[in-house]
C-alpha cells in the first residue's frame, strides 16, 4: 500500500505558476536566440543605412524573403523525415522556364499555367519521391541528378534565351499588393484567430491539469503578437500595402503548420525521421509517406517558380541557382535537425528572413556580391555552432 | 579497515539533477583484490555512480569525494579517471565494428613513429593482451564486427586492461551473452581476480552475482543500503533490500484459460535475407491458443526474433509455409496487416525498433493507433492527452506528465511506453521478444502482472526470453528451437532448464 502511494504522488503535476513562468523561459530559449539574432542583424543594419527599417525597404524584404520562405517550408518536411532535396532550386528555375514559355511564347492566360506548373511541379516531386522512397536511392544522390537534370531541361527547352515579358495576370502573383482596407482587416482576422488559439490553448490545458501559464503572460502574448500583425500591416500600408507573395507565404505556413502539428501524416513524418526502425515496426508506410513528402516539397518549389518568375517578369537561365541551399540554411538556422525528426515551420520563416535580410542590408549597402556570400556562409556556420552548443548545454544539466 | 586494503572508497558523494537527488550522501568502499557487486533497481543511482567514478561528471558537478588507494582525486575527465587506473565497459560495446582488433586495442594510443603506425609491433603487443583475456583463437587482425558479442566483449576487457587498469568496472556484462559466453567471462573475472584486479560488476542477475562476487553494494533510490559479504546474504534478501519490500515469488504465473487456436503456424520457412539458400527458419510447426502464455526458448541465434520478426512481417527474408490467423489462412508481407490482424510486437531492442526516443510519452503510445485519435487525418489533441493519461496510469509509467520526453525515462519505464503502445492497439496475439531485459526486478513484476491481466481478457501471448527462469516462471508451454529447427515443445509441468538446455543445443547435450 505504501508502494503505492509513492508512485501515485509521482504522477502528481506540479501546477505551480512559478514552474510555468520558468518552463516558458526554458523553453523558448531557442526562438527568443533566433529572433533576438534577427534584432540584432537588424539594428545593425539599420545603423549602417537609414533607409533600411523604411517602409520601401521592408516591402521589399518580405518580398524577397518570398520564394526561399515557400521553399523552405517544404525543405522543413523533407529534412524532418531525414532527408535533402538539392533540386529545388533548380526546379524553380525549370518549371519558371515552363511558365514563361506557355505565356510568352504560346499566349496561355495565367490560371491554366499556374495548374500546368503545379502539377509539373507535383509530378516531379511523385518520381524523384518514389525513386527515393521505393528504389532506396539515396535522397542526395537522387536530388543531386535532379538539380542537374533540370537546368539543363531549362536550357534545352528555352534554347538558353530569356523569355519576357509575362502577361500582367501572371505578372500579378509576384507584383500586386493588398489594397490599404483589405490589409486591415486581413491583420484583424488574424489578430482575433491568435487571441482565440491562446485562450483555448490556456483552457485546454487547464483542462488535463497541466501547468497553465499565467493570465498575464497570455494577455502579454495576445498583445505582442496585435502589436506585430497590426504594426506590419500600418508599415506595409505605408508604402503600396501588403505584398501578395507574402501573403502566400503566411496562408502556406498556416496550411503546413497545421500539417506538421495536428494531422496523422504530419506526426507520422516526424516519428519517420526520429526513429525510422521504430515507425516501420508500428506500422506506418514510410514509402508512401516520404514520397509524399517529396510530392510537397516539389510542389511548393513550383508555387515558388511561379512567384519568382512573376516578379522578375521573365524566365533567366540562373533563375533559381543556389535557392535549395538558402531553404536548407533557413530550415537549419530556424532549428530544424538534419538528422530529421525535429524542426518547425515557424522556425524556417525566421531562418529565411535572417537569410533575406543579410541579401537586403548587404544589397542596400552596395557590397560587393562576393561579401554576401562570404558572410551568409559565415552566419550558417555560426547559427548551427551556437544552436549545437546551447542543446549540449541543456543536455548536461537534465 | 587500514588504507591499504582499500581500493576505492567514494564518500558522502550526492549528485543532484534540475529536481532530483540522483545520489545522496552515497558511501561506497571497493577492498583491493575483489570482486564487488553492485545492485539495484533501474534509477537506483548505480550508473550515475559509475559516471561520477569514471569522470564522466566531472569534480564539482557533486559533492563528496573519491579516494583511491588512499589518495583524495578530483577528475576533471575520462582521461584522468584512466590514468588513476579506472576502466568502464557499458553494457553497450564501444568497439569500432569495421576496424581490426587490434586497431580497436591501440584506437588512440597507436603504436607510431612519425605518424606511422608499427604494425608489426601492434599485432604483438596485441597478441599478448588477447592472450591475458583468453582469445587466442581469433588473429589481431580479425574485423572486429565479425566476432561474436562475447568475443566482442573479450576484446573490450583487453583495451581496459592494456589501458592498466587495476579497477575494472562492467556495467550488465552479460545482458547480450549466451550461458556458455557468461561461463567464459565469469572464469576471466575469476582469473584476474587471482591477479589482484579489483572488479566493480554491476548486474540485475543475482545468480551471477552470488557466483562471481565477494561483496555486494545495495542501492536503492539514490542511498546506500548497505555493503554485505555475499556468505552472509541469501538472493532473496538481496531483492527485498532493492525493492524495499518482501516480494512473495518473482513469478505470478496463473493458471492458463486456453480458448481458440488463434494462431498456427505450419511448415514454416523463412530464408537469410542475403544468402536466400541459408534458413533461418526450417520447417517449423505450432500452434498458440487464446489466454495462454506460449514461451519460444533457444540459443541466441537460433533464430527466435528472426522468426517473430517475419510472423510480424517485418523481416527481409522470404517466407514460405501457412500462418493461419483464427482460422483464417493469411500472409503478413508488412507491419500494417500484421497489425490489422491483430498481431503486436514488442522487439528486444526498444530503443532501436520501439521507440522515437525525441518524442514525448503521449506521442509515443499513440504512434500505431493513429487512427484512434484522429478524424479524416486530423488528430483530435483533446483525445491523445487522455488516451495517453489512460495508459500511463494503468502501465504505472513513472513520469512527470504525458508530455515527458520518453528518452528521459528509465529502461523500465521506456519498455511500458512500447507496451502501451502495442496494448493501444487492442492486439489479439501480443509477441514480446525479451520483455525484461535490461529493466529492475519491480518493473518486470509489474510486467509479468500486466501479462496476466491479458491472458485473463482472452489475449494469446508469445514470450521469447534468454531467460530460462522466466520462460520457465511464467510460461504454459514452451517450444524449444535451434538452429531454426524446432526441437522440443513441453507443457510447463514437464519443462525444466536441464531439458530446454539439452533441446536449444541440438539435442546434444554437454
Known amino acids: ?398 | 579497515m587500514s588504507e591499504m586494503t582499500t581500493a576505492l572508497e567514494m564518500r558522502n558523494i550526492t549528485k543532484q539533477f534540475p529536481g532530483v537527488k540522483a545520489l545522496d550522501e552515497v558511501t561506497f568502499t571497493v577492498k583491493k583484490g575483489e570482486i564487488h557487486a553492485l545492485c539495484g533497481e533501474n534509477g537506483a543511482g548505480k550508473s550515475t555512480l559509475m559516471k561520477v567514478l569514471s569522470g564522466l561528471y566531472p569534480t564539482g558537478t557533486y559533492d563528496g569525494e573519491i579516494v583511491i588507494n588512499g589518495e583524495v582525486k578530483r577528475f576533471s575527465g575520462i582521461k584522468d579517471a584512466e590514468h588513476s587506473g579506472i576502466a568502464i565497459i557499458y553494457q553497450e560495446l564501444a568497439l569500432a565494428k569495421d576496424l581490426s582488433i587490434a586497431e580497436n586495442l591501440f584506437l588512440g594510443k597507436e603504436i607510431a613513429q612519425w605518424g606511422v603506425i608499427n604494425w608489426e609491433k601492434v599485432f604483438k603487443e596485441s597478441e599478448k593482451w588477447l592472450t591475458e583475456v583468453g582469445l587466442t583463437d581469433v588473429s589481431p587482425e580479425t574485423r572486429t564486427g565479425t566476432l561474436g558479442i562475447g568475443k566482442q566483449q573479450q576484446v573490450e576487457i583487453a583495451k581496459a586492461l592494456s589501458k592498466n587498469a587495476n579497477l575494472l568496472i562492467l556495467d550488465e556484462p552479460t545482458a547480450a551473452l549466451t550461458e556458455q559466453e557468461v561461463d567464459i567471462l565469469l572464469s576471466i573475472l575469476r582469473e584476474f581476480k587471482e591477479r589482484g584486479v579489483t572488479c566493480i560488476y554491476i548486474s540485475h542477475k543475482l545468480k551471477e552475482v552470488f557466483s562471481i562476487a565477494d561483496s555486494v553494494t545495495v542501492l536503492r533510490d539514490g542511498k546506500t543500503i548497505g555493503t554485505y559479504r555475499v556468505d552472509d546474504i541469501t538472493e532473496e534478501k538481496v531483492i527485498s533490500l532493492m525493492v524495499g519490500r518482501e516480494l512473495k515469488q518473482l513469478f505470478p504465473r496463473i493458471e492458463s484459460q486456453p480458448g481458440d487456436v488463434v494462431l498456427k503456424v505450419q511448415n514454416y520457412t523463412v530464408t537469410h535475407p542475403d544468402l536466400t539458400h541459408r534458413k533461418v527458419i526450417d520447417d517449423l510447426s505450432f500452434e498458440v491458443r487464446q489466454g495462454e502464455i506460449f514461451g519460444i526458448a533457444g540459443l541466441m541465434g537460433a533464430g527466435r526474433t528472426e522468426l517473430v520478426m517475419s510472423l510480424f512481417g517485418s523481416y527481409s527474408g522470404v517466407a514460405s509455409g501457412t500462418v493461419e490467423i483464427e482460422r483464417k489462412s493469411t500472409l503478413i508481407k508488412n507491419t500494417q496487416q500484421a497489425i490489422k490482424y491483430g498481431l503486436a510486437l514488442v522487439s528486444e531492442d526498444r530503443k532501436k525498433y520501439g521507440l522515437v526516443l525525441g518524442m514525448d510519452v503521449k506521442n509515443n503510445i499513440t504512434l500505431s493507433s493513429l487512427k484512434q485519435i484522429s478524424n479524416s487525418g486530423v488528430i483530435d489533441q483533446h483525445k491523445e492527452v487522455y488516451q495517453g493519461n489512460d495508459y500511463m496510469k494503468a502501465l504505472r509509467i513513472k513520469a512527470n506528465s504525458v508530455e515527458t520526453i520518453v528518452g528521459t525515462l528509465s529502461g523500465g519505464n521506456q519498455q511500458k511506453v512500447v507496451l502501451g503502445k502495442w496494448l493501444m492497439t487492442k492486439p489479439k496475439i501480443l509477441i514480446l521478444d525479451e520483455p525484461t531485459r535490461g529493466i529492475d526486478v519491480g518493473a518486470k513484476f509489474e510486467i509479468y502482472t500486466l501479462m496476466n491481466e491479458l491472458i485473463k481478457q482472452g489475449v494469446a501471448i508469445i514470450m521469447v526470453s534468454s531467460e530460462l527462469p522466466e520462460l520457465l516462471g511464467m510460461s504454459h508451454r514452451i517450444m524449444v528451437i535451434s538452429e531454426g529447427r524446432k526441437t522440443a515443445e513441453y507443457k510447463a509441468e514437464e519443462a525444466s532448464q536441464e531439458v530446454i538446455m539439452t533441446a536449444a543445443t541440438g539435442g546434444r547435450a554437454g
Open chain 1, 1 to 398: 500500500m505504501k508502494e503505492q502511494t509513492v508512485i501515485e504522488s509521482e504522477y502528481e503535476q506540479t501546477p505551480l505558476v512559478a514552474r510555468s513562468w520558468k518552463t516558458l523561459f526554458k523553453f523558448d530559449a531557442r526562438a527568443y536566440t533566433m529572433i533576438g539574432a534577427l534584432l540584432a542583424i537588424w539594428v545593425l543594419f539599420s545603423l549602417l543605412h537609414e533607409r533600411f527599417l523604411s517602409p520601401t525597404n521592408l516591402s521589399n524584404l518580405f518580398l524577397q524573403m518570398s520564394v526561399t520562405s515557400i521553399l523552405a517550408i517544404g525543405m522543413v518536411l523533407v529534412i524532418v523525415a531525414g532527408h535533402i532535396d538539392l533540386s529545388v532550386g533548380s526546379l524553380v528555375g525549370f518549371i519558371g522556364g515552363v511558365v514563361a514559355m506557355l505565356n510568352v511564347w504560346y499566349d496561355w492566360p495565367a490560371l491554366p499555367v499556374i495548374i500546368v506548373a503545379i502539377a509539373i511541379g507535383a509530378l516531379i516531386g511523385c518520381i524523384q519521391g518514389w525513386i527515393i522512397a521505393y528504389k532506396a536511392v539515396p535522397a542526395f544522390i537522387v536530388t543531386l541528378g535532379g538539380m542537374l537534370v533540370f537546368r539543363g531541361l531549362l536550357f534545352g527547352t528555352t534554347g538558353s534565351v530569356t523569355v519576357a515579358p509575362l502577361s500582367p495576370g501572371l505578372k500579378a502573383i509576384g507584383q500586386s499588393y493588398m489594397s490599404d482596407v483589405i490589409g486591415w482587416i486581413i491583420g484583424s482576422i488574424g489578430l482575433l484567430i491568435a487571441a482565440a488559439l491562446v485562450l483555448r490553448k490556456r483552457a485546454s490545458r487547464g483542462k488535463y491539469g497541466f501547468a497553465v501559464e499565467p493570465l498575464a503572460i497570455s494577455v502579454a502574448r495576445i498583445i505582442a503578437t496585435g502589436v506585430l500583425i497590426l504594426g506590419f500591416v500600418a508599415v506595409m500600408n505605408s508604402y503600396k500595402g501588403i505584398p501578395v507573395p507574402f501573403l502566400m507565404v503566411v496562408v502556406l505556413a498556416l496550411i503546413f503548420t497545421f500539417i506538421t502539428r495536428n494531422t496523422t501524416f504530419g506526426r507520422q513524418v516526424y516519428a519517420i525521421g526520429g526513429n525510422p526502425e521504430a515507425a516501420k515496426l508500428s506500422g506506418i508506410n514510410i514509402k508512401r509517406r516520404v514520397m509524399l513528402v517529396f510530392v510537397l516539397c516539389n510542389t511548393l518549389a513550383a508555387i515558388a517558380a511561379l512567384v519568382l518568375t512573376a516578379r522578375l517578369n521573365a524566365a533567366t537561365m540562373t533563375a533559381g541557382q543556389n535557392y535549395e541551399l538558402d531553404a536548407i540554411a533557413a530550415c537549419v538556422i530556424g532549428g530544424t535537425s538534419l538528422i530529421g525528426g525535429a524542426g518547425s515551420i515557424m522556425g524556417a520563416l525566421i531562418g529565411a528572413l535572417v537569410m533575406s535580410s543579410l541579401d537586403n542590408g548587404m544589397s542596400l549597402m552596395n557590397m560587393e556580391s562576393f561579401w554576401q556570400y562570404i558572410v551568409k556562409g559565415g552566419i550558417l556556420v555560426l547559427a548551427v555552432y551556437v544552436d549545437i552548443h546551447t542543446r549540449n548545454r541543456k543536455n548536461n544539466a537534465a
